[in-house]
């Protein structure tokens, strides 16, 4: 008889209703705070994973190697993208260009008529990563972002030393359709950006992703992804946008003038 009356009583909906908040409480805690303590270890784990981008790139990367140590030999520097030259106003190798953009002060709105990689704004300051072969500079790699069809596509472009000749590109982010959009990954489709010139003899940027296949030979053109040419045209139209005046065109161009004096 007590025992019913017990069995009863657990039973009774203030406590359902204890144990269910109960529950949900310590579960809300469990989850809220393994999500702060293992915040740290993602960021790492991002940071590490765009240095090894960077050193893909770059052509530096090896499987099994430490990153860090890899990526200490590379020298990250901050650019003024206005005057193309190297600015100490704050750590090149901490400089968070994502938020530079969105801050009021430390960013401008990109004109309409120049926005070809659709993206509004950009910070006025950007780092660059310079890889040196002893004093001399051997190839720059360049932060590049732009709209692709559903997403922006975040990546490195590798620049040799000449300051117009592609030694790499590769993204790091994007949300383009699996099968479709993401051939940008392609390994194939990558290798074909290397050697390419970036401007044509004007000194305007000259990449083109064409549709269809790249003529034979050409300097500027790489194949178009098939079912994907909108994807294709945001990675020609964000590299256009990143080496062209606007950007860093005038790093590119300080960089060629010193491989020119130093030939
Ligand atoms: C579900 C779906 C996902 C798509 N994803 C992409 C994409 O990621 N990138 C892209 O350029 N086109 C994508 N497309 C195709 C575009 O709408 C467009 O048809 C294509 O870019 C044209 O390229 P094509 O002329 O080479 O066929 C997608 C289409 C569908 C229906």
Not at 19 to 37: G, Y
Not at 132 to 159: F, N
Request: glycine residues 8%; charged residues 25%.
């Amino acid at each position: 008889m007590a025992d019913e009356q017990a069995g009863r009583s657990r039973d009774s909906i203030a406590n359902t209703l204890i144990v269910a908040i109960s529950v949900a409480l310590v579960c809300s805690i469990l989850v809220s705070a393994s999500a702060v303590v293992l915040r740290p270890l993602q960021l790492e784990n991002q940071d590490l994973f765009r240095k090894r981008i960077v050193l893909e790139v770059a052509g530096l990367y090896e499987p099994g190697i430490d990153i860090n140590t890899r990526f200490s030999a590379i020298e990250p520097r901050l650019i003024d993208l206005e005057t193309g030259a190297y600015s100490d106003a704050a750590d090149a190798a901490t400089f968070d260009v994502l938020a530079a953009s969105n801050d009021p002060d430390m960013s401008i709105d990109i004109p309409p008529e120049l926005d070809i990689a659709n993206i509004r704004r950009r910070s006025t300051l950007a780092p660059v990563y310079v890889v040196r072969d002893g004093d001399r500079v051997e190839q720059v790699i360049l932060p590049v972002h732009g709209a692709g069809l559903w997403s922006t596509m975040y990546g490195y472009l590798s620049v040799e030393r000449d300051g117009r000749t592609v030694r790499g590109l590769q993204f790091y982010e994007h949300a383009e359709t699996a099968g479709l959009g993401d051939q940008v990954d392609r390994p194939d489709w990558r290798a074909q950006w290397q050697g390419l010139l970036l401007f044509d003899a004007d000194g305007n940027p000259a990449v083109e992703v064409v549709r269809g296949q790249a003529p034979e030979g050409s300097p500027h053109a790489v194949d178009g992804l098939s079912g994907a040419t909108l994807t294709g045209r945001g990675v020609m139209d964000l590299v256009r946008y990143w080496t062209g005046p606007h950007a860093f065109g005038p790093y590119l161009a300080r960089l060629a003038r010193e491989a020119d004096r130093n030939e």
